[in-house]
């Protein structure tokens, strides 16, 4: 295993190590170029994966103190825990669900589709589908997503989906189907097939379900080219007398205070940690944040228009058996305004474990009272989905620093501002009332309407713009301020879309790590 000095300077230093991390990491390894790899929280292996919903969520989340602001669900709901993300190896790989849809083309271009909205701050991105398709087939490839590019079949519907299938079928809609997913239906890539264990969002404990845990970061590491070290929590990125980045500060589980020297700095720690630590790394040249000449750093945070419909059902269903999400409804993704907002949504079938199930149903009652009790009596009745809309990006809602109050490493706590935009509640209204719908169709007695979880899709914070007054970085991720300082995770999206995130980010670190490459034979970072 490569280990690099501190004072090397000719190596990529990326922090964090999910998604976009641990892709660049890899594609950067397996093309000669040495990276260390910082991951704030512990190294995981295959066998800590347990099958426990409250165990898994203890030992992989990011529980660091934090806060929830504005008029959103998670500062009544969840005050301390604005976001659902991994803190240690693999980081939220070992917990995502698996979904790997495309953005549409009008997504990536909501301010031309859209126009001005009034209380949003929507823009096209730099690349569109065209420019990315090829990019999708590659991650495709790498993550092994049923369907097309693959040739994998999709996974087995559960009689969770089947009885939702059958209301789409009932009441007028096609776009229904078990995928695509990044979990292997058939053996590939040295991984086995799903054996629909059901806790997927818990970690995949047999690797079924792609993550950099398992996949990525070892094969950067077998290369040589890679060092990763954990429980490494950056605190400040450092830059030379030009503004060029030069460095990474970071601590130890120890407490003890490193700096890495860098050639090549890439910021890959999710949409709270990134903006916060380029806020955290202002300095007399930058005062404002490093890269953030446009004002950008930590505004347009997106989490996506979420919320939960459940069904009791007249016979039992046993939803829980399969896969976490066995399929997608894909009717409503479109743009149609007389609906009365802008962007489409996902009906995506979601299996919450019963302990989920009543710590979600009424948060604020955390599984007690008559209400919830009636409920949960139905629970081996029940179908669900995950509501899952586009989110416009608001200035307003933000990652910003705390003022007095700091944490275990002396960091200004983060504050995750977040207020619905009335697009949202437009939303959300339709994608219940069309639930219901569905549902009743095939006989529900009882739809159960939840609240917004706390969030796992975070993105914006960081965007992208072909504009440097309007975004933080360009369409490769690089900010505008500094060459050789790259954003590589879902901060760097314009709009949220209505898609999970996680294929996007991939397509793109496999990009950025090109050019990347490219930039650094030549000289030019």
């Given at each position: 295993m490569a280990e690099f000095d501190l004072n090397d300077e000719s190596v990529v230093v990326i922090i964090g190590s999910g998604a976009g991390g641990g892709t660049v990491a890899n594609e950067l390894a397996q093309k000669g170029i040495k990276s260390v790899i910082l991951e704030a929280g512990p190294r995981f292996d295959i066998g800590d994966i347990e099958n426990d919903e409250w165990t898994m969520f203890s030992k992989i989340s990011w529980l660091d103190k934090r806060y929830s602001a504005g008029g959103w669900h998670g500062s009544v709901n969840h005050p301390t825990l604005p976001t659902w993300i991994v803190k240690g190896f693999g980081g939220s790989t070992v917990h995502w669900a698996g979904v790997s849809l495309r953005f549409k083309e009008y997504e990536f271009k909501t301010r031309s589709n859209y126009g001005a909205v009034d209380g949003a701050n929507v823009e096209d991105?730099?690349?569109?589908?065209?420019?990315?398709?090829p990019w999708y087939e590659k991650a495709e490839l790498k993550m092994g997503v049923t369907g097309k590019t693959t040739g994998m079949p999709h996974l087995p519907w559960n009689n969770g989906f089947r009885v939702l299938a059958e209301g789409c079928r009932r009441t007028g809609r096609s776009d229904y189907r078990s995928g695509p997913m990044a979990i292997n239906s058939v053996e590939r890539d040295d991984r086995p097939s799903c054996q629909q264990i059901g806790f997927c969002m818990q970690g995949c404990a047999i690797g079924?379900?792609?993550?950099?845990m398992y996949t990525e970061l070892p094969r950067a590491e077998d290369t040589g080219n890679c060092?990763?070290?954990?429980?490494?929590?950056?605190?400040?990125?450092?830059?030379?007398?030009?503004?060029?980045?030069?460095?990474?500060?970071?601590?130890?589980?120890?407490?003890?205070?490193?700096?890495?020297?860098?050639?090549?700095?890439c910021v890959a720690g999710n949409s709270i940690e990134s903006p916060r630590l380029l806020l955290n790394s202002a300095s007399s040249m930058f005062p404002d944040g490093l890269a953030n000449s446009s004002g950008q750093v930590g505004k347009n945070y997106m989490n996506h228009t979420t919320g939960g419909v459940y069904a009791a059902l007249p016979e039992k269903v046993h939803m829980f058996r399969g896969t976490s999400v066995a399929g997608i409804v894909g009717d409503e993704v479109r743009n149609d305004p007389a609906r009365g907002f802008n962007g489409g949504y996902y009906l995506e079938f979601l299996s919450l474990g019963l302990p989920f199930m009543a710590a979600f149903m009424e948060p604020g009652n955390t599984g007690w009272g008559r209400s919830i009790a009636g409920a949960l009596e139905n629970y081996d009745k029940m179908s669900g989905v995950w509501v899952l809309g586009e989110d416009l990006a608001q200035e307003k809602n933000a990652i910003t620093l705390h003022d007095s109050e700091v944490d275990q490493y002396g960091l200004p706590v983060p504050i995750v501002a977040k207020t619905p935009h009335n697009n949202d509640y437009e939303m959300t209204a339709h994608a219940y009332e069309t639930t219901a719908q569905i549902y009743e169709s095939?006989?529900?007695?009882?739809?159960?309407?939840?609240?917004?979880?706390?969030?796992?899709?975070?993105?914006?914070?960081?965007?992208?713009?072909?504009?440097?007054?309007?975004?933080?970085?360009?369409?490769?991720?690089?900010?505008h301020d500094i060459d050789n300082l790259f954003v590589s995770d879902g901060s760097q999206f314009t709009s949220s879309g209505a898609c999970n995130p996680t294929l996007t980010i991939v397509a793109l670190a496999i990009r950025q790590a090109e050019y990347i490459a490219q930039e650094m034979n030549a000289q030019n970072i």
């Open positions: 991105w730099p690349v569109d589908l065209a420019e990315m398709t079924a379900k792609w993550s950099t060092e990763i070290r954990t429980d490494a929590m950056v605190l400040k990125i450092e830059h030379d007398d030009s503004g060029k980045a030069s460095g990474v500060l970071y601590a130890d589980k120890d407490g003890n205070q490193h700096l890495q020297k860098a050639r090549v700095v095939v006989g529900a007695t009882d739809v159960y309407e939840l609240p917004a979880y706390p969030a796992t899709h975070n993105m914006g914070t960081n965007r992208m713009h072909a504009d440097a007054d309007k975004g933080v970085v360009n369409g490769y991720g690089q900010a």
